[in-house]
């Protein structure tokens, strides 16, 4: 081929790269910092799906028992139950054990109510030979004077009417004691039946159980019983770069998506959380820097139900402006 025709074909060919080099850089520049496509005018970010205050891990109570080992006997739940706030869904195996530290203690503040009421019926019959002793010293110290009676007589009546004066009084310190130990053992039977009590694991909060941590037969670790989550209310928690966090206001409106959702999801920015850390969501664009600097951002979504088995989802979401 001619010279002259070769120069037109290689210049229109080096015109077509450098468009080809251009439309890929602006395509490039159109792209978050993390992968997630930019909002014109807005803020974009990746980000995950959490109920709200996240998945919380409920644990057996800390009785002296549980410290040192619970396990679980029965397990009244399994994942994906609703349960409401207050309900039982754990009894860990030492209920046993106090279910007969109940019996007991039940025994015992019968036996101080019987205790309590022969001690009063001693009073009652203390008390009166008391009264009778007192009249009869009176008696005799009146015949004395009258000459009817003598000086030793009456001074016997005198000594027996304090001798049961004394008794009486005994009596009725002892009716005391009585009544202070049937107190002791209802305080005792309460302990125990607040122990029992909590062997039972209860949901401390209307919810979903999203996943069973122990089995019945299987010891309580750190990890807890049960994961559960307030799913009737759902968040996308968006990793906002710190550049950016400038631009999002409580209040604004969002877009979530994900291939794992079968449509864009709308929600509304409702906090800015107080604190920049290194980012946990990763995305595809191997030139975004893996030390990236975000804040939080919490967007409420309008339709928690979507998302409500899908909790630690990656999403990409767009505030707007």
Known sequence: MPNGRRRPLLIASSAAFAVLIVAHVGTAYSAGEGGAPAARGGVSALGRIEPEHGLIRVGSSSTPTAVSGAVVRELLVEAGADVRRGQVIAVMDNAHELESSIAVASA?????????????????????LSDVAGRTSVRRTDLMRKGLASKEEADQAAGDAKARNASCAAARTAAVAAKSEIAVAKAELARRESDLDRTRIRAPMDGRVIEVMARPGELVTTQGVVEMANVAKMYAIAEV????????RVGQKATVTSRALEAPLSGTVERIRQKVQKQDEEGTDPAASKDARIVEVEVLLDNPAAVAALSNLQVEVVIRP
Do not use: I, K, P
């Open 108 to 128: 015992q503040l019968t036996a101080a109510e019987r205790q309590a009421e022969a001690a009063s019926s001693r009073v009652d019959e203390a008390c009166a």
């Open 241 to 248: 770069y710190e550049t950016d966090v400038r631009r999002v």
